[in-house]
């Protein structure tokens, strides 16, 4: 028979086959001999108390013999000549899956990416990081997987309704991602693996009859009768238009402008902004795990992650892509806009754990701040007696230039002691820190609006209660992590999925504001493909 049994194991055990058995035979009151073999279907950590053990359900096979579970088999059609065609604009998570989704349908999609394949883009990010040189359309949020690829690969979501989150995972398994993404809590594949899970996504497509180009940024778009007609790229290429995929991400602020120059109908978002904050990594181990100071948590334990929120005057402040073991990158996309995020390696083994810690933006927090005379943006918004869409994607991009001057230019990032932080005192020293470009003392309230700042110091204090040891002059602050997601939502019908005015544009994902993440992004690529497959 076959029995599903849930079973609290210590870590060593609970990384042993054998001991696993045991604990199955023990929990039945059977012999192990009896136990043939398991499937893990869930595992996690509970470290409530000063014991850390791992929770672990598993389907065991009990005196009949063991079989591996089959994989799902997904079957992708030759769409060489299909008669429907579905353009793309976006090869990240939306856009693969979308195309996925739509050779499984028979329908040939085209993906036009602006930046460049994994590999050339990893050279540009080498030159990002090393120089300080920044290619536009090729760097952590463009390029061929979108931000996720090298930004950390999470694939923890909240958006379990949004569409099958089993059959993303098991697809990315499909492409090489391993199997413990689907029972792990938190599952990761980590940016030094996400790489050859996309190319191999992509040969898929291309296999299929599918085309995929890069380098091709979409710099305009021809509209008759309320339908896009033609793409064109800045490369002069032109695209015939039956239907139009738009899955940008959430930095693609030149379609933003593309759209509102045409006419076509945005709207301003509420989004999140802050900091980035990092810590030694064995700190956040003593805390989470209750280790002794100055001891090295469990050997058969990850690295140790936190989530934080706390209400500060009706205003959320909470983490944000939290980073075990990872490192602080440059996430720029514009010249002189400076923009940290945070990713880790599959074995999370780098000495450092870094979060975003952000705060709850909205609509009229625009008002709050004044904006810059020369912004283009705004000079166009000037010509339209309508709500300025463009509102708090100045704001954003005004922090953003804010933080570059302060930094000192070449993507040097402004940052400060935690403690320094939040006492307003200027840091005389900055901790060791993993951010590549280099850091400069900088007091953050001359870079982040008050309101953003001050939450965030009250926020602080409330989190060095909650995790004892969190609030810390070893801690460094970043500035500023500015793109949770997109400060502009592309509006679409909720049943069609289709733009209001634009009978043939599907706005999706994280550029559209309708996905936060890789899953979610996968999800809202699915669910658009399957309308345009009339399902």
């Not at 058995?21 to 108390?49: E, M, N, P, Y």
């Not at 039956?242 to 006419?263: N, R």
């Not at 989470?288 to 402040?317: I, K, M, W």
């Not at 200027?426 to 870079?447: A, I, M, T």
Request: proline letters at 5%.
């Amino acid at each position: 028979m076959q029995q599903e049994i849930h079973l609290q194991l210590s870590p060593k055990d609970a990384s042993n086959p054998a001991a696993i058995t045991l604990a199955i035979a023990q929990h039945l009151g059977k012999k192990t001999s009896a136990v043939s073999g398991f499937h893990c279907l869930k595992k996690s950590i509970d470290a409530r108390k000063s014991t850390v053990l791992i929770n672990m359900k598993v389907n065991a096979f009990i005196d009949e013999p063991f079989y591996n579970t089959p994989k799902p088999e997904f079957h992708f059609q030759d769409v060489l000549h299909a008669q429907k065609k579905v353009l793309i604009i976006g090869a990240g998570p939306a856009g693969l899956f979308a195309a996925l989704k739509l050779i499984e349908r028979g329908i040939k999609p085209i993906i036009l990416e602006r930046g460049k394949d994994v590999r050339d883009r990893r050279r540009d990010l080498a030159i990002l990081n090393k120089e300080g040189v920044l290619n536009e359309d090729s760097n952590y949020c463009f390029g061929e997987g979108g931000a996720g690829t090298y930004s950390d690969g999470k694939l923890y979501t909240r958006s379990s309704k949004r569409g099958n989150v089993i059959e993303i995972l098991q697809l990315l398994v499909h492409f090489g991602a391993d199997e413990n993404i689907l029972y792990t809590a938190h599952p990761h594949i980590g940016t030094n693996k996400l790489p050859k899970i996309i190319q191999q996504m992509r040969e898929q497509i291309i296999a299929s009859g599918g085309e995929v180009h890069f380098n091709e940024r979409v710099t305009d778009l021809e509209i008759k009768n309320n339908r896009i007609s033609t793409l064109v790229c800045h490369t002069g290429n032109k695209w015939d238009a039956d239907e139009v995929v738009l899955a940008t991400g959430h930095s693609a602020k030149d379609i933003y402008q593309l759209l509102y120059k045409k006419d076509v109908l945005i709207e301003s978002k509420p989004f999140a902004l802050g900091v980035r904050i990092e810590h030694p990594q064995s700190l956040i181990d003593t805390i989470q795990y209750h280790c002794p100071t100055h001891q090295p948590r469990d050997e058969f334990l990850p690295a140790a992650s936190y989530q934080l929120v706390e209400q500060v005057d009706n205003r959320g402040v909470f983490s944000f892509c939290m980073c075990p073991g990872g490192i602080i990158a440059t996430a720029s996309t514009t010249q002189q806009e400076l923009v940290v995020n945070g990713w880790s390696p599959s074995k999370r083994n780098n000495p450092y754990a870094n979060s975003g810690m952000v705060v709850q933006i909205n609509l009229n927090d625009a008002e709050l701040v004044e904006r810059g005379s020369n912004n283009e943006i705004g000079k166009i918004h000037s010509k339209k007696n309508e709500p300025n869409p463009f509102s708090l994607h100045d704001l954003q991009e005004s922090i953003e230039r804010k933080a570059y001057q302060a930094g000192g230019g070449f993507f040097v990032a402004p940052a400060q002691r935690m403690t320094d932080f939040v006492n307003k005192k200027h840091s005389n020293s900055l901790p060791e820190n993993s951010y590549l470009r280099g850091v400069n003392s900088v007091k953050l309230d001359e870079v982040l609006p008050s309101f953003i700042y001050e939450s965030l110091q009250q926020a602080l204090k409330a989190f060095g209660k909650k995790m004892r040891g969190y609030y810390t002059e070893e801690a460094i602050i970043v500035a500023p992590e500015s793109r949770t997601s997109s400060p502009i939502k592309i509006p679409r019908d909720p049943e069609t999925l289709r733009h209001p005015q634009i009978s043939n544009l599907f706005p999706c994902a994280e550029g559209a504001g309708y996905a936060g993440g890789i899953v979610s992004a996968a999800m809202d690529g699915q669910a658009v493909a399957m309308k345009l497959c009339g399902i």
